[in-house]
């Protein structure tokens, strides 16, 4: 059984940090392992992601403020993320798809709140 499992979420003042880890079991050798978020009223969006071979892609909203990183010994994708704003506030979501889509697992979430 397949399991990507979020930790690091919380709150957070603007302009703070977090550090999301998502932790897979039950397969290895993911291609793409990477976060998307969902604010309330809004649809599920990319935030960042990374290959197996290090290759990135991050959303123009993040970009410089958030770097994705993987431990592909450990299974692990993690996301830094600095210079935090109000509108970054959302559940954030660990994913791990094939290259091919041949596969697409999702964790459970982890809420992040940017709040004063």
């Known amino acids: 059984q397949v399991q990507l499992v979020e930790s690091g979420g919380g709150l957070v003042q603007p302009g703070g940090s977090l550090r999301l880890s998502c932790a897979a079991s039950g397969i290895f050798n993911i291609y793409a392992m990477g976060w998307y978020r969902q604010a309330p009223g809004t649809q599920r969006e990319l935030v960042a992601t990374?290959?197996?071979?290090?290759?990135?892609v991050y959303a123009d909203s993040v970009k410089g403020r958030c770097t994705v990183s993987r431990d592909n010994a450990k299974n692990t994708v993690y996301l830094q993320m600095n210079s935090l704003k109000p509108e970054d506030t959302a559940v954030y979501y660990c994913n791990g798809r094939g290259k091919f889509d041949e596969y697409d697992y999702w964790g459970q979430g982890t809420q992040v709140t940017v709040s004063s």
């Open positions: 990374i290959t197996s071979g290090g290759s990135t």
